[in-house]
């Protein structure tokens, strides 16, 4: 392992609830939940003053509602966030060849590799100007872990929130990790923190007194060594620049909508098994599981996650399938279905296995952070083509002739509630209108400002 903490991972700060808050002043220093809103959505992001009220990512929105009533309920705009995302993967990229993003807001960088630092002094730097760059570009914070292993740097950023940096200086890992709770391992959820608890250990550093022997009988072999290794703080996977974007997909169009919801998952099944035996007849396996939904109105709909390492297993594709189908409202009937998977790698055991032993406990309980659905969708052309009804989502950028930019505060019973503002003005007024007011129109998200 390095001697250097110059592993660095960046995390933004609640980044859609905070990206929503930089281009609506109105709900700035307020409670702001970002995510599905239909009957089965679940919170993707939300705000800290959210978080007050005991609300968190992948809590079902009908319990968010009950404990933050007042909260600003908004449906994610992901081609905004994306590219507020992309402006900070080109930042990362200026410090390192070797970016490895997890998600839209979340990624290491191997900091020597570029150069940008070598020692614990020129990280620190490293880092704080990364966060300096990004507030000025973005407007938005970021949180900064500095470490000699991605598992580490990830603790450090997680410890680091919101808003800030913090090192782990080599040769204090173990001192560190010894009191913490064995979940803060990776791939250590509740159904192996139960294992563990029921052979009398709680901390990392039970691990590490237990021994290998005794980690290997509780957890069985694969696991048992990895995790006596990650309680020891070995952690020596690099990080690795995403190579390749090709993906393998499969999709089947219906003749006719398909309604029944329970009709839609075993096809998004049928999919995920045909989409596996591809995968694998091509001796590939990928990181991001894709979900393609067409409704009957022609929107189309792409939901993503990607997974801590490639797979090629047919149960973490079907469940990462089946949660994202979680988040699509198919209740007007579905004509295309499609899934895929893509950032191809090679085949690595130790990935698969953190990534299955990862997923299958994000399964039992959802609530675990480190293991959070990063949820993509994309508007395709034919969205826009979209002829028919106009539907208002609640935080979607409009325009009207007379009152200019603002967005969707609400809307029903006929009627649309529009808040002006832009992310320099002021916090605006609320006008309501009719749905069908020929004044209003759908509009672009506009660019957030440095922050003042
Ligand atoms: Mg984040």
Same mark, same amino acid.
């Given at each position: 392992?390095?001697?250097?903490?110059?592993?660095?991972?960046?995390?933004?700060?609640?980044?859609?609830?905070?990206?929503?808050?930089?281009?609506?002043?109105?709900?700035? +220093?307020?409670? %702001?939940?970002?995510?599905?809103?239909?009957?089965?959505?679940?919170?993707?992001?939300?705000?800290?003053?959210?978080?007050?009220? +005991?609300?968190?990512?992948?809590?079902?929105?009908?319990?968010?509602?009950?404990? =933050?009533?007042?909260?600003? !309920?908004?449906?994610?705009?992901?081609?905004?966030?994306?590219?507020?995302?992309?402006?900070?993967?080109?930042?990362?990229?200026?410090?390192?060849?070797?970016?490895?993003?997890?998600?839209?807001?979340?990624?290491?960088?191997?900091?020597?590799?570029?150069?940008?630092?070598?020692?614990?002094?020129?990280?620190?730097?490293?880092?704080?100007?990364?966060?300096?760059?990004?507030?000025?570009?973005? +407007?938005?914070?970021?949180?900064?872990?500095? =470490?000699?292993?991605?598992?580490?740097?990830?603790?450090?950023?997680?410890?680091?929130?919101?808003?800030?940096?913090?090192?782990?200086?080599?040769?204090?890992?173990?001192?560190?990790?010894?009191?913490?709770?064995?979940?803060?391992?990776?791939?250590?959820?509740?159904?192996?923190?139960?294992?563990?608890?029921?052979?009398?250990?709680?901390?990392?550093?039970?691990?590490?007194?237990?021994?290998?022997?005794?980690?290997?009988?509780?957890?069985?072999?694969?696991?048992?060594?990895?995790?006596?290794?990650?309680?020891?703080?070995?952690?020596?996977?690099?990080?690795?620049?995403?190579?390749?974007?090709?993906?393998?997909?499969?999709?089947?169009? !219906?003749?006719?909508?398909?309604?029944?919801?329970?009709?839609?998952?075993?096809?998004?099944?049928?999919?995920?098994?045909?989409?596996?035996?591809?995968?694998?007849?091509?001796?590939?396996?990928?990181?991001?599981?894709?979900?393609?939904?067409?409704?009957?109105?022609?929107?189309?709909?792409?939901?993503?996650?990607?997974?801590? +390492?490639?797979?090629?297993?047919?149960? %973490?594709?079907?469940?990462?399938?089946?949660?994202?189908?979680?988040?699509?409202?198919?209740?007007?009937?579905?004509?295309?279905?499609?899934?895929? %998977?893509?950032?191809?790698?090679? !085949?690595?055991?130790?990935?698969?296995?953190?990534?299955?032993?990862?997923?299958?406990?994000?399964?039992?309980?959802?609530?675990?952070?480190?293991?959070?659905?990063?949820?993509?969708?994309?508007?395709?052309?034919?969205?826009?083509?979209?002829?028919?009804?106009?539907?208002?989502?609640?935080?979607?950028?409009?325009?009207?002739?007379?009152?200019?930019?603002?967005?969707?505060?609400?809307?029903?019973?006929?009627?649309?509630?529009?808040?002006?503002?832009?992310?320099?003005?002021?916090?605006?007024?609320?006008?309501?209108?009719?749905?069908?007011?020929?004044?209003?129109?759908?509009?672009?998200?506009?660019?957030?400002?440095?922050?003042?």
């Amino acid at each position: 392992m390095r001697t250097a903490p110059t592993i660095l991972h960046l995390d933004m700060d609640a980044f859609f609830a905070s990206a929503e808050q930089a281009a609506k002043p109105s709900l700035r +220093g307020k409670a %702001v939940i970002v995510g599905g809103l239909g009957p089965r959505g679940v919170v993707a992001t939300c705000s800290y003053e959210a978080r007050v009220f +005991g609300v968190h990512s992948a809590m079902p929105m009908a319990q968010a509602r009950r404990l =933050a009533p007042n909260a600003a !309920y908004l449906v994610p705009r992901f081609g905004f966030y994306r590219e507020i995302s992309e402006q900070v993967m080109g930042l990362l990229r200026e410090l390192s060849p070797l970016v490895e993003p997890l998600s839209l807001d979340e990624a290491f960088v191997d900091l020597e590799a570029g150069g940008a630092a070598w020692d614990e002094a020129s990280a620190r730097l490293a880092g704080a100007k990364l966060r300096a760059d990004i507030r000025v570009v973005t +407007g938005l914070t970021g949180s900064v872990g500095l =470490a000699a292993s991605k598992m580490l740097a990830k603790i450090a950023s997680e410890q680091a929130k919101p808003d800030g940096l913090v090192v782990i200086e080599p040769g204090t890992e173990r001192e560190l990790l010894a009191p913490m709770s064995v979940r803060i391992l990776p791939g250590v959820g509740p159904a192996t923190g139960d294992h563990l608890r029921r052979g009398g250990i709680t901390t990392v550093g039970e691990i590490a007194e237990a021994g290998e022997d005794e980690v290997v009988r509780l957890l069985g072999k694969a696991h048992g060594i990895a995790l006596y290794a990650m309680a020891l703080a070995h952690d020596e996977r690099p990080v690795v620049a995403e190579r390749d974007t090709k993906s393998v997909s499969v999709e089947d169009t !219906y003749d006719v909508d398909i309604h029944d919801r329970v009709r839609v998952r075993m096809e998004v099944q049928r999919l995920a098994d045909r989409c596996v035996r591809r995968l694998r007849g091509a001796h590939l396996s990928g990181r991001t599981i894709v979900l393609k939904v067409r409704r009957y109105d022609f929107s189309t709909l792409t939901r993503s996650e990607t997974l801590r +390492g490639p797979t090629d297993d047919l149960s %973490v594709v079907r469940e990462a399938a089946a949660r994202l189908l979680e988040s699509v409202d198919t209740t007007g009937g579905v004509r295309l279905l499609g899934v895929g %998977v893509s950032g191809l790698a090679d !085949y690595t055991q130790e990935d698969l296995f953190a990534q299955v032993q990862a997923q299958a406990e994000a399964r039992a309980h959802a609530d675990e952070p480190e293991h959070r659905t990063q949820d993509e969708a994309k508007e395709s052309a034919e969205e826009q083509e979209a002829p028919a009804v106009r539907r208002w989502s609640a935080g979607h950028d409009v325009w009207h002739a007379e009152f200019g930019h603002g967005w969707v505060q609400g809307s029903g019973i006929g009627r649309v509630t529009v808040r002006f503002e832009t992310p320099d003005s002021e916090p605006g007024r609320v006008r309501t209108f009719r749905v069908d007011d020929p004044e209003l129109e759908p509009a672009d998200p506009l660019p957030l400002r440095s922050a003042g």
